[in-house]
């Protein structure tokens, strides 16, 4: 059910069933981060991999506390500098968080997000709520209630606050000596982290570092129907071709479905408008394969090129129409 009652979804996660929200960046599934029950309930609805950890969301200061060691003075600047807002900082975790929400690991990561529901639902449950996107594992992430509803249609309750601000998740950092990795790029780039911390070294992993972050899994975030990444439009598409835009073309390709992010390649407006393009796509019938222009790999392009290579890496070498 969709509706905007905090109070009866604040029950719901208090009697440990599972609730949508909105956050800033997409909508989470959120369950009482410390009841293994309520949080195995995330696992099961979403058939996620137990493997992939989950980021527990806060509303005060004082939570980041409880649930995490925080020695590193650091953590405390960029704490101050982004949150509330898409940013997730994994750090040793304390025993309070139970093993299920981190997947085993000695780390959680943690974020305070930015919609007021999302903050007045945490706050009603005083409990902090361990959320993932609310989408099947490795499917479309959703930015509306109906997207959530589209692939969790059994959710006891679901908080509808429109469409989300940004429409990507939130940027994933961790510590590592002095150097500051960033594990999932995201609506906070790199830029602004080394503007708040001038000093410090960053790094943007990748798929194939050390470190272990299921969000960089080659395959992830993906329509149900063929998706390519291409440069340009200078082609002939099939008939059956969407295709997702970022500037007006003003020689309109022939394709069945065109669709625009923006008109003028504004990063904010691709960011946000970037999921919702691909759900609709996914739904239009007379779409058969999805075909999407590439942004330059800088600032939030690099999120977005990230999600989208993820969304495209198991139709890869198996376009053949073009
Ligand atoms: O914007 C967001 O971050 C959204 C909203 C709902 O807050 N949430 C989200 O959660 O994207 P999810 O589960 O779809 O992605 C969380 C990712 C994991 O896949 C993993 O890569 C990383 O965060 N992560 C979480 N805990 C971690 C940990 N302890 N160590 C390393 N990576 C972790
Ligand atoms: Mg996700």
């Not at 101050?80 to 997947?103: N, Q, Y």
């Not at 943690?110 to 945490?122: F, G, N, Q, V, Y």
Request: glycine share 6%.
């Amino acid at each position: 059910m969709i509706g905007s009652d905090i109070e009866y979804a604040a029950q719901c996660i208090r009697e440990g069933k599972l609730v949508a929200f909105p956050t800033e960046t997409v909508y989470g599934l959120g369950a009482n981060a410390l009841d293994s029950l309520a949080v195995a309930r995330i696992f099961e609805s979403k058939e996620r991999p137990s493997f992939d950890p989950l980021i527990v969301h806060i509303a005060t200061i004082e939570m980041l506390y409880d649930l995490a060691e925080v020695s590193d003075s650091r953590v405390e600047t960029l704490a101050r500098a982004f949150w509330p807002g898409p940013l997730t900082i994994v750090l040793p975790k304390k025993d309070i968080v139970p093993d299920i929400v981190s997947s085993g690991l000695k780390t959680v990561g943690i974020r305070m997000p930015r919609t007021k529901i999302a903050l007045d639902l945490i706050a009603k449950s005083a409990c902090p709520l361990a959320a993932p996107s609310a989408n099947k594992f490795g499917q479309l992430s959703p930015t509306t209630a109906e997207h959530v509803v589209k692939q969790l249609p059994e959710l006891a309750y679901v908080l509808d606050g429109g469409k989300t601000e940004h429409g990507l998740e939130s940027t994933v950092v961790t510590f590592q000596d002095s150097v500051c990795k960033i594990l999932r790029p995201g609506v906070i780039t790199k830029e602004d982290i080394q503007h708040i911390l001038p000093d410090i070294q960053i790094e943007i992993c990748t798929t194939n570092t050390e470190i272990s972050a299921p969000g960089l899994l080659h395959s992830h975030y993906s329509p149900r129907k063929p998706l390519y990444i291409i440069d340009d439009c200078k082609r002939d598409f099939p008939k059956h071709a969407g295709l997702i835009a970022h500037a007006y073309e003003s020689k309109e390709p022939s394709v069945a479905h065109l669709m625009y992010t923006s008109l003028n390649g504004n990063v904010h407006e691709i960011a946000t408008e970037l999921f919702a393009a691909l759900h609709t796509m996914e739904d239009a019938e007379d779409v058969k394969e999805i075909y999407i222009l590439s942004v330059p790999k800088q600032g939030l392009g690099i999120a977005i090129m990230d999600r989208l290579e993820k969304a495209a890496f198991k139709y890869l070498g198996k376009n053949t129409s073009l």
